[in-house]
Protein backbone atom coordinates (compact mmCIF):
# COMPACT_ATOMS: atom_id res chain seq x y z
CA UNK A 1 0.00 0.00 0.00
CA UNK A 2 1.58 3.16 -1.11
CA UNK A 3 1.66 6.04 0.83
CA UNK A 4 2.21 10.12 0.18
CA UNK A 5 4.04 12.77 2.39
CA UNK A 6 3.58 15.89 1.32
CA UNK A 7 6.18 18.96 2.10
CA UNK A 8 6.48 22.50 1.41
CA UNK A 9 3.62 24.34 2.10
CA UNK A 10 3.81 27.89 3.78
CA UNK A 11 2.83 31.51 3.92
CA UNK A 12 4.01 33.31 0.70
CA UNK A 13 3.42 36.86 -0.28
CA UNK A 14 1.47 37.32 -3.89
CA UNK A 15 3.62 37.00 -6.58
CA UNK A 16 5.99 34.78 -4.75
CA UNK A 17 7.08 31.26 -5.40
CA UNK A 18 6.83 27.97 -3.57
CA UNK A 19 7.57 23.93 -4.96
CA UNK A 20 5.72 21.71 -2.80
CA UNK A 21 6.87 17.71 -3.05
CA UNK A 22 4.86 14.53 -2.94
CA UNK A 23 7.10 11.63 -1.32
CA UNK A 24 5.61 8.48 -2.83
CA UNK A 25 6.56 5.02 0.06
CA UNK A 26 5.52 1.86 0.39
CA UNK A 27 5.73 0.63 -2.34
CA UNK A 28 6.65 -2.92 -2.23
CA UNK A 29 10.04 -2.32 -3.65
CA UNK A 30 8.81 -1.08 -7.16
CA UNK A 31 8.80 2.67 -8.37
CA UNK A 32 5.71 4.98 -7.94
CA UNK A 33 6.29 5.23 -11.63
CA UNK A 34 3.38 3.02 -12.28
CA UNK A 35 1.39 5.71 -10.43
CA UNK A 36 -0.42 8.54 -12.31
CA UNK A 37 0.28 11.69 -9.75
CA UNK A 38 -1.87 14.48 -9.33
CA UNK A 39 -1.82 17.73 -7.01
CA UNK A 40 -5.65 18.61 -5.74
CA UNK A 41 -6.53 21.41 -3.77
CA UNK A 42 -9.29 22.96 -1.34
CA UNK A 43 -10.00 26.11 -0.17
CA UNK A 44 -12.33 26.42 2.30
CA UNK A 45 -15.73 26.07 1.70
CA UNK A 46 -15.02 24.68 -1.62
CA UNK A 47 -15.01 21.69 -3.46
CA UNK A 48 -11.52 19.80 -3.91
CA UNK A 49 -10.54 20.31 -7.31
CA UNK A 50 -7.85 19.44 -10.14
CA UNK A 51 -4.53 21.37 -10.08
CA UNK A 52 -2.21 19.52 -12.11
CA UNK A 53 -1.57 15.42 -12.71
CA UNK A 54 1.31 13.58 -14.83
CA UNK A 55 1.10 10.41 -15.88
CA UNK A 56 4.25 7.85 -15.86
CA UNK A 57 5.49 8.75 -19.31
CA UNK A 58 6.05 12.42 -17.66
CA UNK A 59 2.93 14.25 -19.12
CA UNK A 60 1.58 16.89 -17.60
CA UNK A 61 -2.31 18.33 -17.47
CA UNK A 62 -2.72 21.26 -16.02
CA UNK A 63 -6.10 23.08 -14.54
CA UNK A 64 -6.47 26.48 -16.25
CA UNK A 65 -6.54 28.20 -13.89
CA UNK A 66 -2.83 27.69 -13.04
CA UNK A 67 -1.53 27.07 -16.70
CA UNK A 68 1.55 28.71 -17.30
CA UNK A 69 2.37 29.57 -13.25
CA UNK A 70 2.39 25.77 -12.05
CA UNK A 71 4.94 23.19 -13.06
CA UNK A 72 4.32 19.84 -12.34
CA UNK A 73 7.07 17.08 -12.61
CA UNK A 74 8.12 13.79 -11.12
CA UNK A 75 11.84 11.95 -10.13
CA UNK A 76 10.72 8.28 -10.12
CA UNK A 77 13.92 7.66 -9.08
CA UNK A 78 13.23 9.50 -5.53
CA UNK A 79 9.08 8.31 -5.89
CA UNK A 80 8.62 11.88 -5.85
CA UNK A 81 6.75 14.25 -7.26
CA UNK A 82 7.01 18.26 -6.96
CA UNK A 83 4.80 20.95 -7.89
CA UNK A 84 6.76 24.58 -8.05
CA UNK A 85 4.37 27.29 -8.15
CA UNK A 86 5.38 30.57 -9.36
CA UNK A 87 3.36 34.31 -9.65
CA UNK A 88 1.41 32.79 -6.48
CA UNK A 89 -2.16 35.19 -5.94
CA UNK A 90 -4.53 34.76 -2.92
CA UNK A 91 -6.76 32.64 -4.70
CA UNK A 92 -4.37 29.77 -4.43
CA UNK A 93 -4.41 29.53 -0.99
CA UNK A 94 -5.66 25.96 -0.08
CA UNK A 95 -4.55 23.20 1.15
CA UNK A 96 -2.48 20.98 -1.38
CA UNK A 97 -3.49 17.02 -1.72
CA UNK A 98 -1.03 14.56 -3.26
CA UNK A 99 -2.88 11.86 -5.45
CA UNK A 100 -1.57 8.52 -6.79
CA UNK A 101 -3.77 6.96 -9.22
CA UNK A 102 -3.21 3.58 -10.93
CA UNK A 103 -3.36 3.99 -14.63
CA UNK A 104 -7.08 2.33 -14.96
CA UNK A 105 -8.19 5.55 -12.93
CA UNK A 106 -8.51 3.84 -8.76
CA UNK A 107 -7.30 6.04 -6.48
CA UNK A 108 -4.65 4.71 -4.31
CA UNK A 109 -3.50 6.70 -1.90
CA UNK A 110 -3.94 10.55 -0.82
CA UNK A 111 -1.58 12.73 1.32
CA UNK A 112 -2.93 14.56 4.25
CA UNK A 113 -2.35 17.81 3.12
CA UNK A 114 -0.04 20.50 3.17
CA UNK A 115 -1.11 24.35 4.12
CA UNK A 116 -0.73 27.27 1.44
CA UNK A 117 -1.53 30.24 2.23
CA UNK A 118 -0.68 33.67 -0.07
CA UNK A 119 -0.72 37.23 1.52
CA UNK A 120 -2.13 39.88 -0.29
Known amino acids: QVQLVESGGGLVQAGGSLRLSCAAS???????????MGWYRQAPGISRELVAT???????NYADSVKGRFTISRDNAKNTVYLQMNSLNPEDTAVYYC???????????WGQGTQVTVSS
Open 54 to 60: INSAGSP
Open 26 to 36: GTSGSSSSIYN
Open 99 to 109: NARWPWGKDAA
